[in-house]
Structures are given as C-alpha cells and as structure tokens.
C-alpha cells in the first residue's frame, strides 16, 4: 500500500502542470521591462514604456540602484507627458535611493532628470528655473566621469539652460550664448555614439535660430543628414523640417518649398516603416502565442502519459504485493497444517502444539513469532515464520471482520463469557449488571452478526476468532 500512495502522489505531481497549461508565462525581469520600455519609447509610444516601467517597478528582486534606475527613467518619460510633477517626484525618489546606493552614475542620472525638469513649463520669466536647472545639472557632471554618453547628455540639457538664461532677454548675452554653443560641441565630442550628432540637431537648431546662423544651421542639417542611415526616416524628417523653417526665415522660398516636400516623403516612409515595426511585432507575438499553445498541448499529453503509466505501474505492483501475501498466507497456513499432521498418532506433541498455540490470539506480532520459534525451534526457522506470517495475517483479517461488525468492549465480553457456558444471570453477575442488560446485550450482538440464537452466535465468533 505505501508504493502504490507513494506511486499515486508521484503521479499527481505530474498531472500538477495539466491543471495550469493555460496559465500566464512567467513574469518578466525588470530589466527585460526595461529594455521592452526602451524600445516603446523609440517608437514614441510613451504610454506604453511608462507602463512597462510601472510594471517593472513591482519586481520583488528588485534592489534600491534598480528602483532608482527605474525611477529616473520613469521621470523621462513623464517629462515627455506632460507630467511635470510626477515627474519631479519621481526624480527627486531616484535620487534619494540613489545616494543611499551611493552609484555616482545613478545620481548623476537622477540629477539629470531633475535639471531636465526644472527647464520644462517656464512660460513667463517668473517662471523660469533656468538658473536652478544650470546648478543642478553642473552637479550631475560631477558624478558623471565614468559615463561619456551620460556627460554627453547633461551637456546638452547644460546648452538648453544657457540659452533659457538669454530667451527673456531683449538682447543676448554673447558669453552666455557661447557658452551654450561650446556645451553642445563638447556634447558631441565627449559622446561614443556614432548617431549623438543626429541627437544633438534640435538643440544646435535651438542655438543657431536663438542667434540668428542661418547659414550655419543650414549647414548643420546638411551634414547631420549625410551621415544618417538611409532607414533613418524620423531623424531625416526633423532635419527636412528644421532646414524648412531655417530656408524660410532666410528668405529662400525655392529651397524651403522642396525641404518641405522631402519631409513629407520622410514622414510618410516614417509612418509606413512604424507600421510595418508593429505589423512585425504582432505576427511575432502571435507566433509566440502559437508556440506557446502547441508546447501547453504537448505538456498536457506528456503529462497525460505519465499519469496514465504510473497509474498502470501502482496496479501491478498492488496486484504483485497482494499476490505475494496470497502465497505467503497459502505456505504459512501449509506448514501448519503438515506440523498438526505430522504424528497424528501422538498424543504428547499434539498436546504440545495446543499449548503453544493456546491464547495466541491475544497475543501481538512479536510475541508470536517468537511463540512460533519456540515451537518449532532454530531448525525449522524459515518454518516458523511462515506459520507465524499466517497466523499474523488471520488475526489481521478476522480483526478487520469484527469492527465491521460494530461490536463494543462490552459485547465482546458477553460473547466470551457466554463461550465459557454461562447464563445470562451468571453473566450478569459477573459484570455487575441487570440480568435485563445482559439480555439486552445478546440481542444487540445478535442483530450484528446476523444470528438467530446463542449456539449460532458462537460458532460465528469461533469463525471469526473472537473466542
């Protein structure tokens, strides 16, 4: 019995991954969110990278750097929706784990979004928080010397404050001016990456339409837009847009009328190439979810196998384990029977084997065998314990017989002391009891073992072993 739980409990093991094969797959790391949020946001789609971001931020493996990366970049993309104050909760949160973790680029990265904010929204001079955004990102640059591209980009939001300092101005300063140019040369100076040039075009455009460079800032969309890839739609249709505007205002209406058209081509190339980004994504996803389908199928018949394997594997061996106690019963109750026959013309060892046996039955397993052994002696060892096994294994049964019939300690009693011939007053006497209780008795035990009268109610408990 105990192979066959311990088969059936390995079974339901098994059969555990039927009960979920539709469930969710596992939950992503945050750092896969991230990397998901990322590639949203080069696309544009804010919302869904903040959501990715929102998601991340309830991994339970995640350590304070993590949440403070997150964080910082949960501030960007609230600076791109508008959320100016969510945004500055969630920078100013950054930066406090940040310095608690104390990562020079993760406050850094904090810091940056904090100046980013606090050039974000001035529409009147009062407003204005160019200053405040200067310190804070001067101090970010401290905390950034391992990151060339994370001084790349302080520097240019360094640029931005330089020329919000001159935009409420009626005329610029020259020094404050210049130093917003020289932020954004060093931006692309200090930067590793290879496109940081196409980055830095609408903060140079800034610059140059602040100071009036017509020429130059036509010169800077031209040679941003020969260093772009050909697939690079979006950033040659900002460079089209910013040469329509930089053509206008330099009065050359023939060149702005063609950067126009050539930004109307790029947007529509931009346009069909997201298009076809999603349309990739979803036939991606839905051949995952495919994937997904066919390998829950497979688990489940895999799975459907093996329960039905180990179900067949607990029938056998239940069926060999029964087997085996058949044939243990059989041999035991064999040797028993050639020990009685075996001088049926003695007396004396007759004699003795009635007395070994007497009151066996009230004995337990190992008094017994050891009975058994006494018997029989060391020589006949294997002997005596079959004839033991079998003795076990008829008092196991006729036990399992008798509570089937429900008889009390009382009952029992009544029936024993009725073996030894007496009446139901004696019976009563020796109990203790009413002659009506024991009366009352017999008729229970009557009912139970299904007898008509005392002579029947005995030889049925001889059967079963009570007496």
């Known amino acids: ?12 093991v098994l059969a555990a991954p039927v009960s979920c094969r539709n469930s969710a797959a596992p939950e992503e790391s945050w750092r896969d969110l991230l990397a998901e949020s ?6 544009k ?24 990366l997150l964080l910082s970049r949960l501030a960007s993309l609230d600076i791109m929706t508008w959320r100016d104050a969510q945004g500055w909760e969630h920078a100013t949160e950054a930066e406090r784990l940040a310095r608690e973790d104390g990562t020079d680029t993760l406050i850094a990265t904090a810091l940056l979004q904090k100046g980013r904010l606090q050039l974000c929204g001035a529409i009147t001079e009062g407003e204005a928080q160019d200053a405040e955004a200067l310190a804070t990102l001067q101090e970010a640059m401290t905390f950034a010397s391992v990151s060339p591209n994370l001084q790349a980009d302080i520097l240019l939001q360094m640029s931005q404050a330089y020329i919000g300092l001159n935009r409420f101005n009626s005329s610029i300063d020259k020094e404050i001016y210049a130093r917003a140019g020289e932020c954004i040369d060093r931006a692309v100076a200090v930067s590793r990456d290879s496109s940081f040039a196409a980055k830095a075009l609408p903060y140079w455009m800034r610059w140059y339409r602040q100071g009036g460079n017509w020429r130059d800032g036509i010169a800077c969309c031209e040679n941003v837009l020969s260093g772009l890839r050909g697939d690079d739609y979006l950033m040659q249709s900002q460079c089209w847009n910013n040469l329509v505007l930089l053509y206008t205002q330099a009065g050359d209406v023939q060149n702005a009328a063609v950067a126009h058209q050539q930004y109307v081509y790029a947007m529509e190339y931009y346009m069909q190439q997201k298009a076809d980004a999603r349309l990739q994504e979803m036939e991606t996803r839905y051949e995952t979810s495919l994937k997904e389908a066919r390998i829950a199928r497979m688990r489940f018949w895999v799975v459907l196998l093996c329960f039905l394997a180990a179900t067949l594997a607990a029938i056998i061996v239940t069926a ?4 085996r106690r058949l044939v243990a019963f059989d041999r035991g109750k064999e040797q028993l029977l050639r020990l009685v026959s075996k001088d049926l013309t003695s007396p004396q060892f007759n004699r003795k084997i009635s007395e070994s046996l ?23 060892g294997f ?14 049964e006729r036990s399992r017989e008798v509570k089937k019939l429900g008889l009390t300690a009382r009952e029992l009693e009544v029936i024993r002391l009725s073996r030894e011939g007496l009446s139901a007053a004696e ?17 229970n035990i009557y009912l139970k073992m299904a007898v008509r009268n005392n002579s029947e109610m005995l030889s049925v408990a001889s059967q079963l072993g009570i007496i």
């Open 1 to 12: 019995m105990k192979a066959l739980k311990v088969i059936l409990l390995a079974a339901a």
């Open 383 to 396: 002997v005596a314990e079959d004839v033991a096994s079998y003795i076990v294994n008829l008092m196991e």
């Open 45 to 68: 789609e804010w919302e869904p990278a903040t959501e990715a971001i929102l998601k991340a931020l309830s991994d339970k493996d995640l350590n304070g750097g993590g949440r403070s």
């Open 38 to 43: 990322e590639r949203h946001a080069s696309l």
């Open 358 to 380: 007497r009151g066996i039955v009230s004995m337990d397993e190992e008094a017994i065998r050891a009975r058994c052994r006494e018997l029989f002696g060391d020589e006949e």
């Open 427 to 443: 019976i009563a006497d020796r109990l203790h009891v009413s002659v009506y209780t024991v009366k009352n008795h017999k008729q």
């Open 320 to 323: 060999m384990v029964y087997n």
